[in-house]
């Protein structure tokens, strides 16, 4: 049988290493582990293969979503080598520890809009090659307009603005993309993998746990891997987490 082909972005940390690694648990499945950082990106793949659980196959990408030119080169390897893609994950993501003001708003909007949005763009033509193509972008419930507005929401509480107002961007440009795409049998989601454990808030453990509150990315990993097997197809269009729908 002919592998599904996943591609990842973000794919040596958090959500997107656990993703990686699940994907590739499964027979059937190629993952290309598409990372900014090729040391990183050599780093996590070894340690997952390393594991000994792969059942499919995994391959290296450098790809920095924030680089119109590293987009375009990392798009032409992958149509060299594979001619598709069947699941496209728009996971790459950044909190921009360390700056502020115009600078963290221009940054967070760089990789988690721009980056996000203009990656899935560039790769569609290699969605449309397959014969059941997904495109998910990861977001986050912190993104949801109706949540944040609702003083009854747990959301409503915290802060977080530019990241929140990224993640309400991005989920925007999800819609858009659904409408253009979905004729195309394209099925196009928006997913919160919830708060799980990953570097997004620093390394130290108190800020990859939150304090004690993040759970397990696997959890998220399976929750993409349900999309992926089209067990979420009549939510497509939608803003999802593993549990259900999130309103926008
Ligand atoms: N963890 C959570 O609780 C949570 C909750 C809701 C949503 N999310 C979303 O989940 C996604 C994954 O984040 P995470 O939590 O797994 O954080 P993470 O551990 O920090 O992973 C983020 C990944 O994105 C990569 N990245 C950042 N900027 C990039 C760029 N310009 N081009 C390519 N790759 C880039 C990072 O690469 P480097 O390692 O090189 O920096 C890293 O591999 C993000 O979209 C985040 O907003 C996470």
Redesign the pocket.
């Known amino acids: 049988m002919a592998s599904k082909i996943v591609l990842i972005?973000?794919?040596?940390?958090?959500?997107?290493f656990a993703t990686s690694k699940f994907f590739s648990s499964q027979p059937g499945y190629h993952v290309i582990m598409a990372?900014?950082?090729a040391q990183?990106g050599k780093k996590a793949l070894s340690e997952i293969q390393s594991a000994g659980e792969v059942k499919g196959s995994l391959s290296l990408l450098e790809?920095?979503?924030?680089s119109d030119e590293s987009i375009r080169t990392a798009f032409e390897a992958v149509k060299k080598e594979f001619g598709k893609v069947d699941v496209l994950l728009s996971?790459?993501?950044?909190i921009a520890l360390g700056s502020e003001g115009r600078e963290k708003l221009t940054r967070i909007f760089q990789?988690?809009v721009a980056?996000a949005f203009l990656f899935a763009e560039a790769f569609t033509p290699l969605l449309l090659k397959s014969s059941k193509p997904y495109l998910i972008q990861?977001?986050?419930?912190l993104g949801s307009l109706a949540w944040s507005s609702d003083p009854n929401n747990p959301y409503y509480h915290s802060a977080w603005d530019e990241y929140r107002m990224s993640?309400a961007a991005l989920n925007l440009g999800t819609i858009q993309q659904h409408k253009r795409l979905h004729s195309q049998n394209v099925k196009v989601f928006a997913f919160?993998?919830?708060?799980?454990r990953?570097?997004?808030r620093g390394e130290a453990e108190e800020a990859v746990s939150?304090g004690g509150n993040?759970g397990d990315?696997l959890d998220s990993a399976k929750a993409l891997f349900d999309i992926a097997e089209g067990k979420r197809d009549a939510d497509a269009g939608k803003f999802v987490n593993g549990a259900g729908v999130i309103p926008w």
């Open positions: 972005t973000g794919a040596n940390s958090g959500v997107g990372c900014r950082d990183k790809l920095d979503v924030d996971n790459a993501g950044v990789t988690n980056g990861v977001s986050s419930s993640k919160c993998p919830g708060l799980v990953s570097n997004l939150a993040a990315p």
